[in-house]
Every structure is written in C-alpha cells, then in structure tokens.
C-alpha cells in the first residue's frame, strides 16, 4: 500500500510523527508528500528515506488534486490499497495494520474509516449523510441550541458510533481506500479545491461498494476547523460546497435518500 499526505506550511513534527508510524510498516510501498505550501521546505527537501517521495508543487493545487497526483502513483503501481491522511492525525502501525487485514476479508468495501477522536478523547462526529445545503448552513451559522435535532441527524449521533456501519459520507482526514475501487469510480474531483471532495468521493464508491466506519480502531485529529477562524476559509468552503450542489443536485439529489446508514454484523 502508499501512504499521501498533502502538506502546507505544516508544521516538522507532524509530518515526521507521521513518517516515524508509517515508515517501518514493510508493506508500506511509499509515503507521498505532496507540498502546497509558497516555498519549498528545506525539511521535506532534505529527507532521504528511501519509501519517500517529496514533489513541492510551487503552487497550492487544493486537497483533492494534491492527493490525486500520489493516487494516480497507486493506481500506475498496481497497489492494493492507499491511506489518504492528514498530518494532523496520529494513529499506530497496529491500527492501520488491523483495518487493512479487514478489508483483505471484506473485498467489497471500498473505504475504511476509524474512529476519530479530539486529543481530548472526545468523539469527533464524522459520519455523516449526505448533506442539504440546510444541514450545513444550520451546522455552520445556527447556535448549537437551534437546530440540535437536525445536526445530530446530520453526524449520525444516535448510531452511537460503537458497531460497523455503512455510511455515505466519511471525513478526508483518514481514508483507507481499496485503489481497484479506484480504477473504477475515479479519483478525487478537482473541481473541488477544499472541502467537499472527500463528501464526493464516499458517494461515488458508495454507489457501487461499501464505505464502512469501522470503530474498532481509533485515531486522534487536532482538528483546526480553519473556516471557523478565517474568513478567507468560510469563503473557500462556501464556494466550493456550491460547485458541490450544482453537481449533485440543491433541492433534488437522487441518492440523498439512500444516505441512510446500515448496520453491519460482524
């Protein structure tokens, strides 16, 4: 399998907390750095792991498009499987170790996501169905004590996150993709520079595999939530969750119905 992580001006540590994991797994073929950031960080220049290929893009090509140049590396290799993930996530060998060995059992299933949890151990709510555009103006701009019943809907709350189940919509801070899966629906969408890639990428290979929140393993995210601290952000979410709606449908989307979730038996 390859490992890509999209990075700018990321912090040193982060990225090597990430190395440090994922580095010594045997079956990890490569780790994929693909740089956004203004200048190209002498850091990243300089390692010389030989599992690591830094590409600086000297522009900031977006999230999706930034991984699509490892995934399409996956997919010219042949390679099982491919770990999109954030530098801001840290997990242990043995967890990615445990969900590749499910998903070896479980060829249907596309994408495989952990439980996230804040640093603090809290869940983060990251299922999710497939959104309205008012689930997500009542998520971003409704107190917390309005609309409560409709963003606990929206994240799925009431499954209680503690069994398998299918779900429509998985976050882009971890994703354990099947790269055969790949081949067949697309990678990411570059239209989309931020945001609601991951929403369309877990749509596409839900329509023809399972996308699964497997909590049996758990990760931790220092989730920055930067459109909540910048307007520049905010506007960035905005306009692309826009091109989102006009690809999949405002008021009608066929497969918002079916973003319902399933519970698995295992």
């Given at each position: 399998?390859?490992?890509?992580?999209?990075?700018?001006?990321?912090?040193?540590?982060?990225?090597?907390?990430?190395?440090?994991?994922?580095?010594?797994m045997?079956?990890v073929?490569?780790?994929?750095?693909?740089?956004?950031?203004p200048?190209?960080?002498?850091?990243l220049?300089?390692?010389?792991?030989?599992k690591?290929?830094y590409?600086?893009?000297?522009?900031?090509?977006?999230?999706?498009?930034?991984?699509?140049?490892?995934?399409?590396?996956?997919?010219?290799?042949?390679?099982?499987?491919?770990?999109?993930?954030?530098?801001?996530?840290?997990?242990?060998?043995?967890?990615?170790?445990?969900?590749?060995?499910?998903m070896?059992?479980?060829?249907?299933?596309?994408?495989?996501?952990?439980?996230?949890?804040?640093?603090?151990?809290?869940v983060?709510?990251?299922?999710?169905?497939?959104?309205?555009?008012?689930?997500?103006?009542?998520?971003?701009?409704?107190?917390?004590?309005?609309?409560?019943?409709m963003?606990?809907?929206?994240?799925?709350?009431?499954?209680?996150?503690?069994?398998?189940?299918?779900?429509?919509?998985?976050?882009?801070?971890?994703?354990?993709?099947?790269?055969?899966?790949?081949?067949?629906?697309?990678?990411?969408?570059?239209?989309?520079?931020?945001?609601?890639?991951?929403?369309?990428?877990?749509?596409?290979?839900?329509?023809?595999?399972?996308t699964?929140?497997?909590?049996?393993?758990?990760?931790?995210h220092?989730?920055?939530?930067?459109?909540?601290?910048?307007?520049?952000?905010?506007?960035?979410?905005?306009?692309?969750?826009?091109?989102?709606?006009?690809?999949?449908?405002?008021?009608?989307?066929?497969?918002?119905?079916?973003?319902?979730?399933?519970?698995?038996?295992?």
């Amino acid at each position: 399998m390859n490992v890509s992580v999209v990075t700018y001006n990321t912090p040193e540590d982060q990225i090597q907390r990430l190395l440090n994991t994922v580095l010594p797994m045997e079956w990890v073929r490569r780790v994929f750095i693909i740089d956004n950031s203004p200048k190209a960080s002498p850091y990243l220049s300089s390692l010389t792991e030989e599992k690591v290929t830094y590409r600086f893009n000297n522009a900031n090509l977006g999230y999706g498009k930034a991984h699509n140049i490892a995934l399409r590396e996956s997919v010219s290799q042949g390679a099982d499987y491919h770990l999109v993930v954030n530098a801001d996530v840290e997990f242990t060998a043995s967890a990615l170790e445990d969900m590749v060995l499910y998903m070896n059992r479980h060829p249907f299933v596309a994408l495989l996501s952990p439980k996230v949890l804040y640093p603090d151990g809290s869940v983060q709510y990251l299922c999710k169905q497939l959104p309205t555009p008012l689930d997500l103006f009542a998520r971003r701009f409704l107190p917390k004590s309005i609309g409560r019943d409709m963003r606990n809907r929206f994240e799925m709350r009431s499954s209680g996150y503690d069994h398998i189940m299918e779900v429509p919509y998985l976050s882009g801070c971890f994703m354990l993709l099947r790269v055969e899966a790949l081949r067949r629906v697309g990678l990411f969408d570059e239209r989309f520079f931020m945001y609601p890639e991951d929403i369309d990428l877990t749509r596409r290979l839900n329509q023809h595999y399972q996308t699964l929140f497997y909590p049996y393993q758990t990760i931790i995210h220092h989730h920055e939530q930067a459109s909540y601290k910048s307007l520049k952000m905010l506007w960035i979410h905005i306009v692309n969750m826009c091109r989102y709606f006009n690809k999949w449908g405002w008021i009608y989307d066929p497969d918002r119905p079916l973003g319902t979730q399933h519970e698995l038996n295992e």
